[in-house]
């Protein structure tokens, strides 16, 4: 949600729900109408959004300095650290413009990492378990879903590294706070 506000520089609820949606975040976040304006709500309260009533009958949200930061700080773990959920990673390749080519390539270098360390471990784990036998099998699909993040990554630093999508600070990148053009 930061980071739809962050795009259109001031939003709506009903604007950022049909970004989130449009993405099919109601899939991979189960996001619903109701959380979105919970959540818009919650970060209100926790001051990364301000409200503005300029609009009769609608709230507009803006970033605060901390709602920036945290932005930054969430775009940067989702792509630096996998998770078993895809919802982080998902939020963070919709997003994916915010960041300089320098920085997104960096940040999937540390998943690269981090990936290929661990299908290392579920390897040692498949080699080394005793009983019971069929718990090799999550093993197998750590191992499995790990090398697939692997292989994907490494597409996605090859693409970045070749030009692919302007990224922040590029010429029609909507990278910039504020950028995104207002749908229709």
Known sequence: ???VVRGYGRAHGYLIGQDLLSWGADDWANVKWGSIYHALKQLTKGEFLREDFTVPGRTDYELTERGEFEF???????FRRPEPRPDMLC????????????????????????LEASSADAAGRIANHGD???VREL???????ADGGVDW???????????????????????KPGSWPQLT
């Open 1 to 3: 949600m930061l980071g």
């Open 72 to 78: 930054k700080r969430l775009l940067a773990e989702a």
């Open 91 to 114: 939020a963070g390749l919709a997003l994916l413009p915010a960041l300089t080519r320098a920085e997104a390539i960096g940040l999937l270098e540390q998943r690269l990492v981090a």
């Open 132 to 134: 019971p036998e069929h």
């Open 139 to 145: 093993y197998g699909l750590w191992k499995h879903t």
């Open 153 to 175: 990554t490494r597409g996605l630093i090859d693409r970045l590294a070749d030009g692919a999508y302007p990224m922040a600070g590029e010429r029609g990148s909507p990278g």
